[in-house]
Every structure is written in structure tokens, then in C-alpha cells.
């Protein structure tokens, strides 16, 4: 019986701070990259040796802004002929980079924390933010079971995160995205409405003027 100073202590450390709820469905890790953050960026250098950054074209013919590569063993695509997850890298006519086991591991953990513990992502979308680059509000509903959540984490130059709702013309919440923050993206929440807002210009002390985001999916 009783509440001791140490359990309140611990209670706001882990739960009141660190995991938030953000919506239905959708939790908020703060920080919890930052424990293996060296690995994830050597094993992300080592799959942008080998998939480098492209700015894709959209089926309606516009360049992105945001850079994007991928690794798994499905990537997401867009070209003029529309948007689809892909085996093989264009670009080279080779299969994605392996996942490595470093991001494998920090996107099964943080949705075991979020209570998906049989998350198996087949694809890591990794996309580059330079100052003004943006995201436009869309929905991510290319994955075959959308009951599956998808993992996002933020590294880099903080953003401006904009979420939706069900609808299009529902009223965004504005949230920042800051390096090492990790976001379980399930439940009634996975197919809201989403974006990133043009990226303020600054100088991040590991990843300088760029902002990263990987997102895991499974998309098969
Ligand atoms: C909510 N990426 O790659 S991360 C995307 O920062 C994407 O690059 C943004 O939207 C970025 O599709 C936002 C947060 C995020 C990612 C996927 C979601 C939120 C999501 C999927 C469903 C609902
Ligand atoms: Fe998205």
C-alpha cells in the first residue's frame, strides 16, 4: 500500500513524459531512438551508400521536395504511372538495401511498447528534409492490411507535424517532430490525414540542415 516519493518519481519519468497518447491509436515515444542513435546512423550511411537519395516524381508530375530511398524487401514508389511499394530500386535496377537489424529492432520495440508486439515491417521509407521542403496532407493507404500499424522516427532538424483527421477537411493539430521521437501510427489513427510543414532552415549538431524520417510498414 502506499505511493512512495521513488514510484511518482518514476511514474513521470516514464509515463506522463515519454509516452503520449496523440490521438486514437496513435502514441508518442519522446526520445526513444536516442538510446542507439550512433547504430542507426551508421547503418543508415550504409543503405544510402548503396539506394542513394532521389527526389521522386508524383503521377501528376511533380518533383518532391523531400528526398526518399528505401530498405526491406519492398520499397514505396512514385512515378508517373502512380504509386506502388516495389522490390527493386529504379534507379539500379537492384533489390533495396536488407533492413538493417538496428532499425528492425527499434521499430519492433517501440510498437511492442505501443501494444502491437507482432509488428513484422517489410519496409523502411526513408525520407530527407532540407530547409523548405514539405509534405502535402495525404493518407498512407498503399499497405495491404491497414489494420498494421506504421512506425515513424524523427532524426535531425525538428518539424512542423500536421494531423488530420478521417477526412480531408478536418482541422489539423500542429505537433512537433524532434530528433529521436518515435510515433506508433495505429488503431483509428492510421489512415488520418497527415503532413509536414515547410522545414525551418537551423543546424542540427549530428545530421546538420537535413531532417530524417524513417517509416516502417508492412506493406505485403
Ligand atoms: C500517420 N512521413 O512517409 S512521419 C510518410 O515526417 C509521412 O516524413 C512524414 O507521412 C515525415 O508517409 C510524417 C509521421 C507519420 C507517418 C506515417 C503515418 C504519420 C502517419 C501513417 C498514418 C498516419
Ligand atoms: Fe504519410
Not at 526520445?31 to 542507439?36: E, M, P, R, V
Given at each position: 500500500m502506499g505511493v512512495s516519493f521513488m514510484d511518482l518519481f518514476e511514474y513521470a519519468n516514464d509515463e506522463s513524459m515519454r509516452k503520449v497518447e496523440l490521438g486514437p491509436g496513435a502514441v508518442m515515444l519522446h526520445?526513444?531512438?536516442?538510446?542507439?542513435e550512433e547504430a542507426l546512423l551508421t547503418d543508415l550511411n550504409a543503405v544510402v551508400e548503396q539506394a542513394p537519395f532521389r527526389h521522386m516524381v508524383t503521377p501528376g508530375g511533380h518533383r518532391m521536395s523531400v528526398a526518399m530511398t528505401n530498405c526491406g524487401s519492398l520499397g514505396w514508389l512514385t512515378d508517373r504511372t502512380g504509386y506502388r511499394y516495389d522490390p527493386?530500386?529504379?534507379?539500379?535496377g537492384q533489390p533495396w538495401p536488407a533492413m538493417p537489424a538496428s532499425l528492425l529492432k527499434l521499430a519492433q520495440s517501440a510498437a511492442s511498447e505501443a501494444g502491437f508486439p507482432a509488428f513484422t515491417p517489410d519496409g523502411c521509407l526513408i525520407n530527407r528534409y532540407e530547409p523548405g521542403a514539405k509534405l502535402s496532407l495525404h493518407q498512407d493507404k498503399d499497405e495491404k492490411d491497414l489494420n498494421q500499424p506504421i512506425v515513424s522516427v524523427s532524426l535531425g532538424l525538428p518539424a512542423i507535424f500536421l494531423f488530420g483527421g478521417a477526412k480531408r477537411a478536418d482541422k489539423q493539430l500542429q505537433l512537433h517532430l524532434n530528433h529521436g521521437d518515435v510515433v506508433v501510427w495505429g488503431g483509428p489513427a492510421r489512415l488520418f490525414y497527415h503532413g509536414i510543414k515547410p522545414l525551418a532552415t537551423g543546424e542540427h549538431p549530428r545530421l546538420g540542415r537535413y531532417r530524417l524520417n524513417l517509416t516502417f510498414r508492412k506493406a505485403s
Open positions: 526520445g526513444f531512438a536516442l538510446s542507439d527493386i530500386d529504379p534507379e539500379n
